[in-house]
T-cell receptor
Framework: QQPVQSPQAVILREGEDAVINCSSSKALYSVHWYRQKHGEAPVFLMILLKGGEQKGHDKISASFNEKKQQSSLYLTASQLSYSGTYFCGTDGGSQGNLIFGKGTKLSVKP | DTAVSQTPKYLVTQMGNDKSIKCEQNLGHDTMYWYKQDSKKFLKIMFSYNNKELIINETVPNRFSPKSPDKAHLNLHINSLELGDSAVYFC???????????FGSGTRLTVV
């Protein structure tokens, strides 16, 4: 029941946009997004709750389509600081058990 | 003022040894977790404690034993270490699942 992320990796130039997708084979009630920079801990970006709302965090936003059981993370006008591995996490159903996808490695070049 | 702190940051040990990793959070959160991140960056839940009580115990060898003396601390003890235990172990805490987790900086365990 691990969510599936795509693409596995993406390379961007500064200022370019990217989309990272997260899909699940089971019904979703919420989707978390985290970013992990090399050698550091994952950092919480945002959570999307059932209802399809789109949320934003600086120039990073996300959407959630519970009917399609998927979420997308949008990175606009990427900056060097956006580099890292992005993980989506879905509710494992056991009192807050978060199941993470395998991650998408984002590299932003000057 | 570190929110979730883990010690040690690095741990190198021989196969067969027993070791412990400590975790403390000063956020007042009720729930704490242990995650294992392997060499391919896969983050997998191991245990979850809510207010000192074990909530989640995923398929983890019983050589791994968590201990929560109070809700601010969740330690991980590993017996008879094996090569496959080499990984980065992250402690995390949350007050409300819908507010996300705060992770510690991780403990890199290397078994030789």
């Amino acid at each position: 029941q691990q969510p599936v992320q795509s693409p596995q990796a993406v390379i961007l130039r500064e200022g370019e946009d990217a989309v990272i997708n997260c899909s699940s084979s089971k019904a979703l009630y919420s989707v978390h997004w985290y970013r992990q920079k090399h050698g550091e801990a994952p950092v919480f970006l945002m959570i999307l709750l059932k209802g399809g709302e789109q949320k934003g965090h600086d120039k990073i936003s996300a959407s959630f389509n519970e009917k399609k059981q998927q979420s997308s993370l949008y990175l606009t006008a990427s900056q060097l600081s956006y580099s890292g591995t992005y993980f989506c996490g879905t509710d494992g159903g056991s009192q807050g058990n978060l199941i993470f996808g395998k991650g998408t490695k984002l590299s932003v070049k000057p | 003022d570190t929110a979730v702190s883990q010690t040690p940051k690095y741990l190198v040990t021989q196969m067969g040894n027993d070791k412990s990793i400590k975790c403390e959070q000063n956020l007042g959160h009720d729930t704490m977790y242990w995650y294992k991140q392997d060499s391919k960056k896969f983050l997998k839940i191991m245990f979850s404690y809510n207010n000192k009580e074990l909530i989640i115990n995923e398929t983890v060898p019983n050589r791994f034993s968590p201990k929560s003396p109070d809700k601010a601390h969740l330690n991980l003890h590993i017996n008879s270490l094996e090569l496959g235990d080499s990984a980065v172990y992250f402690c995390a805490s949350s007050q409300d699942f819908h507010r996300g987790y705060t992770f510690g900086s991780g403990t890199r365990l290397t078994v030789v």
